[in-house]
Every structure is written in structure tokens, then in C-alpha cells.
């Protein structure tokens, strides 16, 4: 799923993505989190192995707006025991209390790009 929010826009980034909209948060995830609850009606009997949020930089989210995200996922489709459920940060954007929350919720794996090595630059 795009989460298309950052904090900065990088010169090289192709995708769409807002910087400084912290204000379309909630909309943005709820709108989200409904078009899941609908294609997860569409899908009854799937079963995911795989659930990646990808942006933008998903981990500038609030983290009771991921667990709402994770949750409906939850809630839509049944996961499989080994299911995949990856979250793409950036290390400025995550703290050690926020990933165990972020674990405890189900996301079991964390994708940090290359360029998020240069922490400020873009």
C-alpha cells in the first residue's frame, strides 16, 4: 500500500509524494483503510502472504494510524502464520519504543532504503 506522505521531497524521488501534510494523515488512512474493508469483502477466501506499505515514508505516520492500518488489514484478510508484513522507514522516522509497538501490532519486517544511509541530505 502507498503511503504517500514524507518529510522532505527528494530531487530524485519519482513518486507521489506530499511533504509537510500532516493534516491529510487521518483522511488519507481512513480512505485507505476502507478501500481495504472493500476489497477484502471482494476477496473473502484469500489469504495474504505478503503485506508491504511502501511510500513516501510510511513510518512518519502517527503509530495509532498504523495500527488502524494493520488492523483493518487484519480484520479483511486472513494472514497466513508466516505472512510477510513489511513497513519501508527511513532511521530518522523510527525509535526502539515505536518499532516494538509497530512488532507487537504485527509488522515483522522493516525496509530501509540506501539513500536513508545520508540521514538530511536529498
Known sequence: MHIPFCRSKCHYCAFCSLADA???YEPYISA???EII???RQFQNASVDTVYFGGGTPSIL???LLNQ???TVKDSFKLGSTAEITLEANPGTVHMGELRNMQSQGF???SLGVQSFFVGRT
Open 22 to 24: 500532516e493534516e491529510l
Open 32 to 34: 485507505l483503510c476502507k
Open 38 to 40: 472493500i476489497t477484502g
Open 62 to 64: 502517527p503509530i495509532p
Open 69 to 71: 492500518l494493520i488492523q
Open 108 to 110: 515483522n519486517r522493516l
